[in-house]
């Protein structure tokens, strides 16, 4: 289906991932980020207070222990965490899947992170590849690392060429603090110049797999690079894809592997799917959940229910660290919302809205029609993301604060003028959408530095 994002422009770019609301009403400081990847710096913190970026520069070798993986530390500059494991995995002969990893980490961005590897994959010196990713062991340990053991995640990010003050972008911070901090999925989530993610996850959803392959392909959008685009459309006149092996980017890694794919085995669209990453395929699906919940977030937002605790809402317990805690949500009734908002006030528990999968519960209250209205309108059910053709890429769907929980900012002003925000995030909520209130840009194109890609 190519075609949906071919007119697409900078301001289209926020309706079209859902996010169409600001929590505050300050102007705005403008600027622009990420003019480098050393000015969008991140890095994790596990649940034992294990810092990525303190482990990293203060390596002086691996510790003994035992167990069948190590934990290790990796730096990287100008790679995402996808890309970044499976680069890693190939140079280690060994598979992707065998690399554990807390979370995904953007591109063009300088970041530490925590993984596990095979213990036989890794020297005592670690690995590097190109000046773009070095890996440091940290000890052999006998667990695999997962999300559950990510606490944190901090960020040092410099806005450049901001048109507003230090003072201004306090004065949105205290407003944020009063009011909340709505939690969008973020731009990235999507892709910004081309966000394709809920375009082939819908497809993959509908069990129209050639379709996906074809729209991860070659649907293009004007705010792509040029040599992107006009391969995409390149491939839409003949669909060839030996041919387009000698066109398409070397940089278009993944269209490249589905090409490959395709060219050796002509017509196995599910094949050429699964060339992708599993955590890739999870993604596109995850993507239109992601953009459902931002969907009825801005209208929680617009419908002014961001700070409502209403009968039939549910929350859920928070952890020390302000992660939500597994377990059944409570249901807001007449006899506990008193008690309820009692505990929200202390950050013990979230009002939470599902990013739907087939086991999501839906609220009963506003918050609960508003969801099922954006999922009509869409026309899908949450029994939908139970795929059938790959089931593989199936989401039950997740519970996820309205709000970020745990968050804090300090801002300090740069001699050139910049400003250097230094940033805590619980895991799963975004920077971008924090600078995205304290910036509010003319086009979403300033957090990857003003242009197109």
Known sequence: MP????NLTPELIEPFIGIERYATRGKGVGGVIKLSPE??????QLVDGLDARAAYESWRGMREGLGEHVLAVMWKRGVDTIRACTML?????I???????CGIKDKVSVSWQFMTLPAESMGPEGAAIEGMIRVLPIMPVSWRISSKMLARNFFEIVIREPSGGVEEAQEILEELGSIGLPNFYGHQRFGITRPITPIAGRLMIEGRIEEAVKAFLAEHSPLESSDNRMARMRILEDFDPAKALEYFPRTLRYERAILRHLAKRPGDYLGALRSLPLRLRRLLVESVSALIFNKALSRIIAENLLNAVEAGDLVIRLDPFG????GRPIVISDANIAQAERLIARGRLA??????GYLSPIPRSRKGEILLEVLEEMGLEPRAFRLRTCPEASTRGSLRPIKVTRWACRIAQLEDGSMKL???????????ILLREIMKPDSPLAFIGGKNC
């Open 3 to 6: 075609g949906v994002i071919a």
């Open 39 to 44: 000015d969008f710096q991140t890095w994790e």
């Open 89 to 93: 995995a190939k140079h280690l002969g």
């Open 95 to 101: 598979k992707p899947k065998q690399i554990g990893v």
């Open 323 to 326: 992660r939500p805690e597994p």
């Open 351 to 356: 009002v939470a809205l599902p990013a739907p």
């Open 422 to 432: 230094s940033i805590e995030l619980p895991p799963g909520s975004y920077a971008t």
